[in-house]
């Protein structure tokens, strides 16, 4: 029997191993398989997570341009493409804005980025943006870097245009007067009032930024801002052609770019209708020029180099401060102000010394780096002013976020 067995048994090794080797070859070849499956997702993955920075990268774009743009906010309405293709490594991403809900009047904006990559593969990044928005005319006087009122008893004190023509020293009393420095002295009352606050720069000590002569009266109360002022740079909005310099008398009805004003003696320039007014170089008003606004018209100056009026100044006869807005960009350093004749208008220009020397009041709001009252003339708020510009965008905030 023994010997049957051994008989039956022979071959059996051959047919074992082929059983044998079939495994290892199925096993291999799964192996092989998956190997590139997961090269395969690998390369997906990594894929889509370059697009993904690359549509991120679109994103921090446009949130960068629009910073840089802010003044142009409130032109982002319709759908539109605020950034064009732009390459990055092995992709590219373009980036669209909108108003996603103009009817709720809220005037959030959404920016969508999508990237592709050299592979095919796409991705999507969406936020919501909210504005922050500011009125550049909540102060009297305001000087980023310090005010100093050492006129000959000289005082700031407030009024409403739109309920009524000022009426008396101290009548209405939010003439807030503020500086965003913190050093000692920075705001100096002298002897004048402040029929209003004084307000000092985030960290700041009142009793050591503030002070005063020893008839110098501050009847609100000293304190201390929560942050920091928020003064952003004013851009010249690049409109018109320059039509050149002006020296002499003529109409403006419709909005110029010069390259100066430069007007003396008799010069009269006469604003008609609502004008505004981009100056390229320098502002300076002599004798008995001036610039006339008259009734129903109103005037937005742009200035981009140094004003200096003497004489009779820009004479607003609608006697409202609104008609009358200067904005300094950051190439105007020197605001100069010696004349006669009463100035009703308001003035925002955050990187300019201003010099206030004359004999006139100045009814309306005053913004600036530093500001030296040194005249005898005082300062008259008009709280109206602090309505004008609260639809101005400053900033945004990021509210929302999702991957598309």
Known sequence: MSNLIYINEK?????????????????????????????????NYKSSVQTFYIAEAGINHAQGFLKQNISDWNNYTASQILINPTTLGSGNYTVTIEDPN?????????????????????????????????SPFSYAAFGD???????????????????????????????????????????D???????GDAIVGAGGDPNTVISSGPHGDITGSETVLSESFLMPSVTDPEHETSIGAISSSQTISVDTRVDSINIASKSTITISEDVVLYVDGDIRIRGQAKIDIPVGSSLTIY??????????GIVNQNAKPENLIIYGTDDCSDVHFSGQADFYGAIY?????????GQADIYGSIIGDTIDISGNGSIHYDENLNNLGSGTVSDFNVIGWKNL
């Open 303 to 312: 200035a981009s180099g140094t004003i200096h009026m003497a004489g009779q």
């Open 349 to 357: 220009a955050p990187e300019a010394d201003f010099d206030f020397s």
């Open 11 to 43: 071959g059996f090794v051959l047919p074992v191993g082929l059983m044998f080797l079939a495994i290892i070859s199925i096993m291999g070849t799964t192996a092989v398989i998956v190997t590139t499956t997961d090269l395969k997702i690998g390369n």
């Open 189 to 195: 009352v002298g002897n004048g009032s402040i029929y």
């Open 145 to 187: 870097d310090g005010v100093d009122i050492r006129g000959q008893n000289p005082y700031v004190d407030s009024y409403d245009s739109s309920v009524a023509p000022w009426t008396g020293e101290g009548n209405m009393q939010n003439g807030d007067v503020g500086t965003n420095s913190i050093d000692a002295g920075d705001l």
């Open 102 to 134: 103009p009817a709720s009047g809220n005037n959030r904006r959404k920016i969508i980025s999508t990237a592709t990559s050299s592979t095919g593969a796409s991705a999507g990044i969406e936020i919501v943006l909210a504005p922050q928005s500011f």
